[in-house]
């Protein structure tokens, strides 16, 4: 069975562009989440995507947005990229609704630089 | 979610067993105990979790305390490919979200 997978895997862009990233869950796993991985502050959850309903959100400003359609997939999208933007993009996806059991199964990441 | 406590670094000799501690005074009783692990240049990997009692896999085995305030994660035989961060990870049974809260973790150095 194929893992998650994350497309782009890097990127760059400048400061007040806008990016939008794309993660594939593993087949049959309908929850998606996606977390910020920095050197300064680890790993920070995003928010969470279950049956294209956004059920968990993190402490990221607005600029931060994602969706998620009917095949499970999800995106993300950075509008007006700033330079503390930088970071490893993860995505996550899990088969059942949370309970203390579920476990999550993480895609490789999109290196995103800021410039 | 309850915190947890971890040793920012330890070494290992390659081929020996590794202890990794985890401290979560203020753990409940609906919380699980979920170990990840992150490989350099790769996204996160589950390891193993419990509730109560010891668990076992083909990764790793989790020794839970009595009181369930500590825990220890604990790898057999050491390998090179073991070199990770080992997140320990408190997860509500009852929270219905999927979200994980990463601490700093514990950076294991495999010696060869």
């Known amino acids: 069975k194929a893992g998650v997978t994350q497309t782009p895997r890097y990127l760059i862009k400048t400061r007040g562009q806008q990016v939008t990233l794309s993660c594939s869950p593993i087949?049959?796993?309908?929850?998606v989440s996606w977390y910020q991985q920095t050197p300064g502050q680890g790993l920070q959850f995003l928010f969470e995507?279950?049956?294209?309903?956004?059920?968990n959100k993190g402490n990221f400003p607005g600029r931060f947005s994602g969706r998620q359609f009917s095949n499970s997939r999800s995106e993300m999208n950075v509008s007006t990229l700033e330079l503390g933007d930088s970071a490893l993009y993860l995505c996550a996806s899990s088969l059942a609704p949370g309970s203390g059991t579920d476990t999550q199964y993480f895609g490789p990441g999109t290196r995103l630089t800021v410039l | 979610d309850a915190k947890t406590t971890q040793p920012n670094s330890m070494e290992s000799n390659e081929e020996e067993p590794v202890h990794l501690p985890c401290n979560h005074s203020?753990?409940?009783?609906?919380?699980?105990i979920h170990w990840y692990r992150q490989l350099p240049s790769q996204g996160p990997e589950y390891v193993i979790h419990g509730l109560t009692s010891n668990v076992n896999n083909r990764m790793a085995s989790l020794a839970i305390a009595e009181d369930r305030k500590s825990s220890t994660l604990i790898l057999h035989r050491a390998t090179l490919r073991d070199a990770a961060v080992y997140y320990c990870?408190?997860?509500?049974?009852?929270?219905?979200?999927?979200?994980?809260?990463f601490g700093k973790g514990t950076k294991l150095s495999v010696i060869p």
């Open positions: 995507y279950f049956s294209e309903t956004q059920r």
């Open positions: 990870i408190l997860r509500d049974s009852g929270a219905g979200s999927y979200q994980l809260t």
């Open positions: 203020t753990i409940s009783g609906t919380d699980y």
């Open positions: 087949s049959g796993h309908r929850s």
